[in-house]
T-cell receptor, first 114, second 117 residues
Framework: DTGVSQDPRHKITKRGQNVTFRCDPISEHNRLYWYRQTLGQGPEFLTY????????KSRLLSDRFSAERPKGSFSTLEIQRTEQGDSAMYLC????????????FGSGTRLTVV | AQKITQTQPGMFVQEKEAVTLDCTYDTSDQSYGLFWYKQPSSGEMIFLIYQGSYDEQNATEGRYSLNFQKARKSANLVISASQLGDSAMYFCAINLPIGTSYGKLTFGQGTILTVHP
């Protein structure tokens, strides 16, 4: 068990380009969460999956954002037509329900839109 | 909706001394979980301690303890014998039950802790 992996660690993109991030959760974890964190703030919830089903989406997840977890294992988060306001750290976490306390976070993907 | 408030943007402590980081929460649910995470400058979120709303005893994990005062809706983190490596951002978080399990974590704004030698 190598923990939660996120790829890439850093991404610099030009405004208007599309970007895709990947998260590999702990293998036995059935829940996967995406968060966005701007500098000096706490992580903000974006969406989460239980197995392959997307159970909740935040209002922060605009039409330009889409997340998938096609086989209930890894997940991707795509941002289309990036804007400077999308610059942030994107964190992924996984957990095993019904345990309540075992949220494990990845190291995040830092996105910079120039 | 649940809410977490951390009123201390920054805290300073001398090495080897104890420090308390404040956290208050707001929820009408009787069942919830409270968490503290540490985020060093490298960015990863490190789990420190968990307290369930029905746990009668305050949670402890090594040098970390959670001062849980349910009536006041506070869940302060106490770090004893501070070390230089404790310098980091600290986040308090809460989750609520959804059906038979629990849902997402909602985080506070964080407190930056600086430990002086």
């Amino acid at each position: 068990d190598t923990g939660v992996s996120q790829d890439p660690r850093h991404k610099i993109t030009k405004r208007g380009q599309n970007v895709t991030f990947r998260c590999d959760p702990i293998s036995e974890h059935n829940r996967l969460y995406w968060y966005r964190q701007t500098l000096g703030q706490g992580p903000e919830f974006l969406t989460y999956f239980q197995n392959e089903a997307q159970l909740e989406k935040s209002r922060l997840l605009s039409d330009r954002f889409s997340a998938e977890r096609p086989k209930g294992s890894f997940s991707t988060l795509e941002i289309q037509r990036t804007e400077q306001g999308d610059s942030a750290m994107y964190l992924c976490a996984s957990s095993l329900v019904p345990n309540n306390y075992g949220y494990t976070f990845g190291s995040g993907t830092r996105l910079t839109v120039v | 909706a649940q809410k977490i408030t951390q009123t201390q943007p920054g805290m300073f402590v001398q090495e080897k001394e104890a420090v308390t980081l404040d956290c208050t929460y707001d929820t009408s649910d009787q069942s919830y979980g409270l968490f503290w995470y540490k985020q060093p400058s490298s960015g990863e979120m490190i789990f420190l301690i968990y307290q369930g709303s029905y746990d009668e005893q305050n949670a402890t994990e090594g040098r970390y303890s959670l001062n849980f005062q349910k009536a006041r809706k506070s869940a302060n983190l106490v770090i004893s014998a501070s070390q230089l490596g404790d310098s980091a951002m600290y986040f308090c978080a809460i989750n609520l039950p959804i059906g038979t399990s629990y849902g997402k974590l909602t985080f506070g704004q964080g407190t930056i802790l600086t430990v002086h030698p």
